[in-house]
């Protein structure tokens, strides 16, 4: 499970969060929705240290991760894909895999089965460069090359910019089979709202870096969810 309790975060001068807080469990996906400019790549990318937050506390299984590096989420199980995705354009697909390996013990580099049964495009394109696969393929390495690091939570940065729709499909159906399998937390970072929808457990609304709503999915209608995320 993942915590994360009054969570300030700034730019300069800027606080661009205010006091956030969230719950991420285990075989659920949180989605973090709103307009763009709300707050949500920011309260990603301090998750996953890769911005250092001013104020707040963060705990993954009830341990204080205090305010660690990116290399340090990493090891601890914080798995991130940023938005626009990050492939190393010039490595092959293999390679980009394999920086996965960086966080594990030597006995785990390897490339897993799995991870082909997920994303099998990338078995038939594995000595292809990075910056040669479409959109919707980089996506897909992106998100393989942060499951090769066996993580407890899945952070994923709009993963459906610019994708193709059949694409999206198959991410949300990967999705949904990573949830399900109920080994890792999943926090969703997603403006294409019935992607989101369909995909959510709990909802965490952002409006100008404050939690306008936070809510089960039992507990929020299609419209009042829309309501929010629309201000």
Do not use: W
Not at 50 to 72: C, E, Q, V, W
Not at 137 to 159: G, H, K, M, S
Request: charged fraction near 25%; proline fraction near 4%.
């Amino acid at each position: 499970m993942l915590d994360v309790e009054n969570l300030t975060l700034k730019y300069g001068q800027s606080e661009i969060l205010h006091g956030i807080s969230l719950t991420a469990r285990m075989g659920q996906v949180t989605a973090v929705m709103g307009t763009n400019g709300v707050g949500k790549t920011s309260l990603l990318k301090a998750i996953a240290g890769r911005h250092p937050f001013d104020k707040g506390t963060i705990r993954l299984d009830g341990r204080d991760m205090g305010h660690y590096s990116a290399n340090g989420a990493a090891r601890a199980g914080i798995a991130y894909v940023p938005q626009g995705r990050e492939v190393f354009p010039m490595m092959s697909v293999t390679e980009n895999l394999m920086t996965g390996f960086a966080c594990l013990p030597r006995a785990d580099h390897k490339i897993p089965d799995r991870i082909y049964e997920l994303f099998p495009v990338l078995k038939d394109m594995a000595h292809r460069r990075g910056g040669d696969l479409s959109g919707g393929q980089q996506q897909q390495l992106a998100i393989a090359r942060a499951l090769i690091t066996q993580p407890r939570v899945l952070l994923l940065d709009e993963p459906t910019e610019g994708i193709q729709p059949n694409i999206i499909k198959d991410i949300g159906r990967v999705i949904a089979g990573l949830r399900d399998e109920g080994k890792m937390a999943i926090v969703l970072v997603e403006q294409f709202f019935d992607f989101a929808y369909g995909l959510a457990d709990e909802f965490v609304a952002l409006n100008r870096g404050d939690v306008v709503l936070s809510a089960p999915r039992a507990d929020v209608t299609r419209e009042g969810l829309l309501e929010k995320v629309s201000i």
